[in-house]
């Protein structure tokens, strides 16, 4: 297996999506910064000290939503093909001819993939914090070490889970039919959750309609229950309070830990799940 995953690390640092991404990156943390750099000197302006924090909350709030968004789109590509692609080059022919197992293909394209990932994840996430906290000074609240360490160990499930849903997809499909389908299906968790925070906003049938909508959306794909979660740690202070404007207008509904365990639970699934089906499919 370890064969595999440094066969899969060297492929993903020779793919063009990755220095891609990375140009993308570089450019888009520099429209951010020359953003934050504007807006938190006219924020400075403001004497109401809890709506500077609750604003400055926001901006890096938006920040975390883009993460997500990159580091999803990111891990959707680098799954669906790491299986299929292969298939379709017949790679496997010669592989499988020499003494490895398949499900030492499955995961250790899944742990090569997801090594990449989670470095980017670090990557970015520290790079929108320190953005933040280096336009933000003297107005941006204070985070302390714990909540910055559990949020980014949450925004960690996003790539995973996504991986092992790209990777279960890749075993089952080919490339571009995994592609779309994990796109379709992340967008409409994405929308779920959306319209489930709508939900709170109003009273009547609708209200568990939209509800109803986005926890369903949340047990089919997961990812907006992970967004949520890695706000709501990052944005609560030491002392229990949450400075998320979203929160302190009452509809933030922050996800639960049984949901937490669903996800684990989610991306075990997914993987054993990826490892029965490419060891039946016929090469």
Same mark, same amino acid.
């Given at each position: ?51 500077? !924090?609750?604003? @400055?909350?926001?901006?890096?709030? =938006? /920040?975390?939503?883009? #993460?997500?968004? $990159? +580091?999803? &789109? ?92 790209? !990777?279960?997809? @890749?075993?089952?499909?080919?490339? =571009? /039919?995994?592609?779309? #389908?994990?796109? $379709? +299906?992340? &967008? ?96």
């Amino acid at each position: 297996m370890n064969t595999m995953i440094r066969l899969t690390l060297l492929e993903m640092l020779k793919k063009k999506i990755l220095y891609l991404t990375l140009i993308l990156t570089a450019i888009f943390l520099t429209l951010y910064g020359v953003a934050l750099n504007f807006a938190y000197d006219s924020l400075r302006n403001e004497a109401e000290v809890l709506l500077r !924090i609750a604003v @400055s909350g926001q901006f890096l709030s =938006m /920040g975390i939503y883009a #993460t997500g968004f $990159i +580091i999803s &789109f990111l891990s959707v590509f680098a799954s669906v093909g790491a299986i299929s692609s292969e298939i379709e080059q017949g790679t496997y022919d010669a592989i499988l001819s020499k003494p490895i197992a398949r499900y030492e293909i499955v995961l250790g394209r899944f742990i090569g993939v997801l090594f990449v990932l989670l470095s980017y994840t670090t990557f970015l996430y520290s790079s929108i914090l320190g953005i933040n906290m280096l336009f933000g000074k003297g107005i941006i609240a204070n985070f302390t070490t714990i909540s910055l360490i559990k949020s980014l160990g949450v925004l960690y499930l996003l790539p995973t889970l996504l991986s092992s849903v790209g !990777i279960y997809l @890749s075993c089952s499909l080919s490339t =571009m /039919g995994a592609g779309v #389908t994990l796109v $379709i +299906i992340y &967008f409409c968790g994405m929308i779920g959750g959306i319209l489930e925070q709508i939900g709170h906003f109003i009273t009547g049938s609708a209200k568990e309609v939209l509800t109803s909508i986005g926890i369903i959306t949340s047990l089919v794909i997961p990812s907006d229950i992970i967004y949520r979660k890695t706000a709501s740690l990052l944005f609560t202070t030491g002392s229990g309070m949450n400075i998320s404007l979203q929160d302190m207008l009452g509809a933030s509904v922050q996800p639960s830990g049984i949901m937490m365990a669903y996800i684990g639970v989610y991306i075990i699934g997914m993987v054993v799940l990826a490892l029965r089906k490419f060891q039946g499919r016929d090469l």
